[in-house]
T-cell receptor, first 119, second 110 residues
Framework: DAGVTQSPTHLIKTRGQQVTLRCSPK?????VSWYQQALGQGPQFIFQYYEEEERQRGNFPDRFSGHQFPNYSSELNVNALLLGDSALYLC??????????????????FGEGSRLTVL | AQSVTQLGSHVSVSEGALVLLRCNYSSSVPPYLFWYVQYPNQGLQLLLKYTTGATLVKGINGFEAEFKKSETSFHLTKPSAHMSDAAEYFCAVSASKIIFGSGTRLSIRP
């Protein structure tokens, strides 16, 4: 049973460029969340996708956008890259069924991340 | 709003000693709480979680945590540290999304 897979694992971009990161969720999961983890920090929530729609968004500018496909895979796009965008980008999948009636997010399963360096 | 505070960015213990990593949370609803571990250059792996029921939760690798509502705490413990426990540990609280603390780096001295 494949877990969460992310690509690419490493990439280097220059300021002003655009980047697309990809994520395939764990089998049976329908919800994808994206996090940014700067060096020495905890993961920061970017946004979450469910049923091909952005369900929630964290405090990130519009330069950060995403998409979810019918097979539940997802992309994270970042435009006009800044030096401060250098980070490990983590994709996490979960099942909406785990939210239950409480509507609280259930357990996340993480990929190994895409490390982005902006020069 | 939900938030998590991890006390101590770095904890160092001797091999075989007790491990105690501290986490306090704030939540406007009864929380779901998690501890995740991150090894170098890897993603996060769930250690244990509290949703409802028993307040003492046992996880993988001998770790456990106790939910104390009165103290708004969810501290992580392990009776005897092993060299392989060296990693970054993150406490997290769940509402509509999961919010992570800033992490505690655990070092193990031989």
């Amino acid at each position: 049973d494949a877990g969460v897979t992310q690509s690419p694992t490493h990439l280097i971009k220059t300021r002003g460029q655009q980047v697309t990161l990809r994520c395939s969720p764990k089998s049976g999961h329908d919800t994808v969340s994206w996090y940014q983890q700067a060096l020495g920090q905890g993961p920061q929530f970017i946004f979450q996708y469910y049923e091909e729609e952005e369900r929630q968004r964290g405090n990130f500018p519009d330069r950060f956008s995403g998409h979810q496909f019918p097979n539940y895979s997802s992309e994270l796009n970042v435009n006009a890259l800044l030096l401060g965008d250098s980070a490990l980008y983590l994709c996490a999948s979960s099942s909406d069924r785990d939210r239950g009636s409480s509507s609280r997010a259930g357990e996340l399963f993480f990929g190994e991340g895409s490390r982005l360096t902006v020069l | 709003a939900q938030s998590v505070t991890q006390l101590g960015s770095h904890v160092s213990v001797s091999e075989g000693a007790l491990v105690l990593l501290r986490c306090n949370y704030s939540s406007s609803v009864p929380p779901y709480l998690f501890w995740y571990v991150q090894y170098p250059n890897q993603g996060l792996q769930l250690l244990l979680k509290y949703t409802t029921g028993a307040t003492l939760v046992k996880g993988i690798n001998g770790f456990e945590a106790e939910f104390k509502k009165s103290e708004t705490s969810f501290h992580l413990t392990k009776p005897s540290a092993h060299m392989s426990d060296a990693a970054e540990y993150f406490c997290a609280v769940s509402a509509s999304k999961i919010i992570f603390g800033s992490g505690t780096r655990l070092s193990i001295r031989p």
